[in-house]
């Protein structure tokens, strides 16, 4: 009897921690970069230039409606026509002053992570008509200590509150497939790294990350997208707050930038909002699926994996069907035609003023801007498928040359969870392996088979996770101690100096 009770209680865990660590990763190219921004700048033109993902019903006033009705979307699975926006990254060159459009690399990943909260296995999906923004366009400094304190102390004042949260959902991963070792987590620094520190240890790029908060108070989106939601304790998963019960699918924007093909050249890297610092990362998104089929989706697609390949709900598109997606061409403002979209003009486009410090405003610059001798649309579209301080001044020597865009899916590494307090858990470093300089990996990289674990432990799950056109795999670990609640250990797919954020 006993036997037959601890059983069952290790069953009830383990549904638990399937489904609190399942999701998928849905691939989406851009379908267009255009001063648009329907949740904050309704009805008229951004200050500042976007990347923009999804429905090509896209516009400077569209909502769900809008969007469901556009002809196609960018991302690879048809039934997924939301928007998914955040400001470009541009490279200033120091001789010229110039501004280019730095490379996406792959297009961007939108993470739909299925986290709940203790004790519970409900996963609500975003409503029809939902919109929310994460980060703060305006921020520009992180107040808080570098690195992180332990994720064991997230709940002790000052952590404990939105304001850290908020700049917490912010992450800066140097990538380098050269140097399997230097894998950072996701989430593991929260400003954008000086040049020098790009160039000597960011040799792949850089992964920009954005986790949204995922506690809805069950009232309509507010004017300002942002005080209907909330983040949990531990920002990506833990508990919501009372005020805000209702868990919804955790989104988490992955996009990598070749920053790398700027390795030999003087300058500075800022984002199309005048930031420099990485701290005014922000992103957008607005529902556009069916309500009832995301519902569905979040009920039964709770594989392991993360494929969107292993949920027999999704229609998945080719990549040439996602990669012909733009923003339909009269959604467009006509005075959007004079930006200078690529490059080649001293000023952003919009004019933003660059600010380094304190709190930025939303006005932009009053000075003249620069004109190129020759007109760049106003929207660019993929033509290919796709230490108390917050930086580092170590100085290298430039390495890189220019990088071509591929449709190399970004993929971070996720942390396998166990029932233990994450908090608590040790992370250790796994065996990866280097992809090569210019990969063209196939849409759906296989699972490599399951390895056999060492004979004085057991698992009861396997996990997969991507790095560029790797897998590596998770075997989770269990550890019964006593009658009472197991104590787990787990193998993290990466390197943390804290408490794994996913």
Avoid at 123 to 144: C, L, S, W
Avoid at 185 to 211: I, Q, W
Avoid at 274 to 282: A, K, L, Q, R
Avoid at 313 to 334: G, H, K, R, V, Y
Wanted: glycine share 6%; charged share 15%; hydrophobic share 35%.
């Amino acid at each position: 009897m006993r036997f037959s009770t601890l059983a069952l209680k290790a069953t009830t865990l383990l549904l638990f921690s399937v489904h609190a660590n399942a999701f998928w990763r849905m691939p989406c190219v851009v379908s267009g970069l255009a001063r648009l921004d329907p949740l904050k700048y309704y009805g008229t033109i951004s200050e500042h230039m976007h990347a923009i993902h999804g429905s090509s019903g896209f516009s400077d006033s569209a909502g769900t409606a809008e969007l469901l009705a556009g002809d196609c979307t960018s991302c690879q699975v048809a039934q997924d026509k939301s928007a998914y926006w955040t400001p470009a990254l541009y490279f200033q060159n120091s001789a010229t002053s110039e501004f280019s459009l730095v490379n996406q690399v792959g297009g961007m990943l939108a993470y739909y992570l299925l986290r709940t909260n203790a004790g519970s296995t409900n996963v609500t999906a975003f409503p029809h008509g939902f919109e929310m923004i994460a980060g703060d366009t305006n921020q520009r400094e992180f107040k808080y200590p570098v690195p992180d304190v332990d994720k064991s102390n997230w709940n002790v004042e000052p952590y404990n509150t939105q304001a850290f949260k908020r700049q917490a959902a912010l992450g800066f991963n140097c990538l380098d497939y050269s140097n399997p070792g230097a894998t950072e987590g996701s989430l593991y620094r929260h400003s954008l790294p000086d040049k020098a520190y790009l160039d000597a240890h960011c040799k792949s790029g850089v992964r920009f990350e954005l986790m949204f908060p995922s506690c809805w108070n069950g009232k309509p989106t507010p004017e300002d997208k942002k005080s209907h939601m909330a983040y949990p304790s531990l920002v990506g998963e833990g508990d919501c707050p009372p005020e805000f019960p209702i868990r919804l699918n955790t989104l988490f924007f992955e996009t990598i930038w070749d920053t790398s093909a700027f390795a030999d050249t003087a300058g500075q890297f800022v984002i199309a909002n005048g930031d420099p610092t990485g701290n005014g990362y922000h992103g957008d998104f607005i529902m556009g699926w069916d309500e009832a089929f995301l519902q569905e989706a979040t009920n039964q697609c709770t594989n392991l994996s993360g494929k969107i390949e292993d949920c027999p709900l999704f229609t998945i598109q080719p990549i040439d069907t996602s990669t012909s997606c733009n923003i339909t061409e009269s959604n467009i403002p006509a005075p959007l035609a004079k930006d200078v979209v690529s490059g080649g003009a001293t000023t952003l486009p919009g004019n933003p003023a660059i600010v380094s410090t304190g709190y930025a405003s939303d006005a932009p610059a009053a000075s003249s801007s620069s004109s190129p001798s020759s007109p760049i649309s106003s929207v660019a579209v993929s033509s290919a498928p796709a230490t108390s301080t917050s930086t580092s001044t170590s100085s290298a020597q430039p390495s890189s040359s220019a990088a071509s865009v591929s449709h190399q899916a970004p993929g971070a590494l996720f942390a396998a969870k166990s029932s233990a307090d994450p908090a608590t858990e040790v992370s250790s470093p796994s065996t990866l392996t280097t992809p090569s300089s210019s990969p063209s990996p196939p849409a759906v990289t296989p699972a490599p088979a399951p390895q056999s674990p060492g004979s004085s432990q057991s698992y009861f799950s396997t996990e997969y996770a991507t790095k560029g056109q790797d897998v590596v795999e998770v075997l989770w670990v269990e550890d019964v101690v006593t009658v009472t609640a197991p104590s787990a250990r787990k193998r993290h797919l990466h390197k943390h100096r804290r408490g794994g954020v996913l």
